[in-house]
């Protein structure tokens, strides 16, 4: 990340619209790279590919990529948080050596956990299809959420049960309102165990795509202004006096007030421009006779996911796992809940329970995260082990 900042400052140094413009680019790129290209591909091939192969087979296909992936992530997310906090944690004590060894213990993990699935999914009787390829289609399926599993973990790069608790539980978040729609409204695909619901799915997709921007000023404010405000005060920690301690606490407090102000501000705007333009960038994709209401509601519901992510990514700069982890636990079940209480309900609505859990979740976190700045000093302190 050292690499990143110096870039991302370079790039801003002359203050430029140009300048300005290509730090988004850069920063946008980094943080949302992989995943963007995930789902700019299945939306894509959703709208061309989908006529080609006929819908029968195309939702087979669409339909195991998309379990793949969420497999994939919700596998490796305890593992991809394990390996990040490691490396990190080398990294401040300068012993950049030992970084291989937390990257490889997590891909071992993740592997064994991946392989116990792709036993399970080539034992599973009931798959059918496709006929007289079933089981090497399933197989397929398996490699697939290996190979995606094990690169998210080199793309995030332990003893930290808390953290690995915050990235299996906002992952499988992530996913529950879909694992629930499945189950309760999904339809089958073709002779398999497997659901989906293509027009949730679909523009949840398309929804996720909005948070490209704030993703990118994110990652601007915290290589850049607020970073540099929290070395400071950790200067002043180790060596300073008390009333620099105090002052630069101050500032600190003010960079993460106003990086977090204004993400919302740039996620808002984005949202209601694209919700303001619901019914053509649906035609456009020959996607009209789709809701364009439950599009608007997970646009809402994409803006607070990644106002989410923001406040617990915070929660662990200031070593607040618990917190962090208690802050997933809850959006994790309150989509699970919010969702199935929606679920039967008109298709419009089927996003609120998605909207509902991540606004609490990020209203819980928001709040936790002001308390816990207060006492932001304190709480270094007291962490700290006593020695005599």
Not at 12 to 19: E, H, S
Not at 219 to 226: A, C, R, S
Not at 250 to 261: E, F, I, K, P, V
Request: glycine share 8%.
């Amino acid at each position: 990340m050292a690499g990143v900042g110096f870039q991302l400052r370079r790039l801003l140094r002359r203050g430029t619209f140009g300048d300005l413009g290509m730090a988004f680019v850069y920063a946008g790129t980094l943080a949302a790279g992989p995943w963007l290209v995930t789902v700019a591909t299945l939306v894509l091939l959703f709208v061309f590919v989908r006529p080609l192969l006929g819908l029968e087979r195309f939702e087979l296909f669409s339909t195991s990529v998309m379990y793949a992936f969420a497999g994939s992530l919700i596998l490796s997310g305890p593992w991809m948080m394990l390996s990040t906090r490691y490396a990190a944690d080398q990294m401040f004590l300068r012993r950049r050596d030992r970084i291989p060894a937390g990257v490889h213990a997590s891909l071992a993990l993740t592997a064994a956990c991946a392989l116990v699935v792709v036993g399970m999914l080539a034992a599973w009787s009931s798959w059918q299809d496709p006929e007289g390829q079933a089981l090497a289609f399933r197989v397929l399926v398996g490699a697939l959420l290996l190979v995606v599993a094990l690169v998210w973990i080199v793309l995030g790069t332990v003893s930290y049960a808390r953290c690995a608790g915050v990235g299996l539980f906002y992952q499988l978040g992530v996913w529950a309102d879909k694992i629930v729609l499945w189950t309760l409204r999904g339809h089958p695909i073709g002779r398999t165990p497997l659901r989906a619901l293509p027009e949730y799915d679909i523009l949840t997709f398309l929804a996720y795509l909005s948070i490209v921007p704030a993703l990118s000023y994110f990652l601007i404010v915290v290589e850049t202004e607020f970073f540099a405000r929290y070395r400071t005060y950790l200067s002043s920690v180790r060596r300073g006096t008390l009333l620099t301690v105090w002052d630069s606490e101050g500032h600190l407090r003010q960079a993460l007030r106003r990086g977090l102000w204004r993400m919302a501000e740039y996620q808002a705007v984005t949202t209601l421009c694209l919700a303001l333009a619901a019914e053509p960038i649906l035609t456009w994709l020959n996607l009209s006779a789709w809701s364009a209401e439950l599009f608007r509601v997970l646009l809402v519901a994409a803006g607070f996911q990644v106002l989410l992510l923001t406040v617990v990514l915070f929660l662990l700069y200031f070593e607040l796992r618990w917190e962090a982890c208690w802050v997933s636990v809850l959006f994790c079940v309150g989509n699970f809940v919010c969702t199935a209480a929606v679920a039967h309900g008109a298709l419009p609505w089927l996003g609120m329970g998605y909207a509902v859990a991540t606004g609490l979740a990020f209203l819980v976190g928001v709040v936790w995260l002001e308390l816990k700045m207060r006492r932001v000093t304190f709480l270094l302190f007291a962490r700290q082990p006593v020695v005599d």
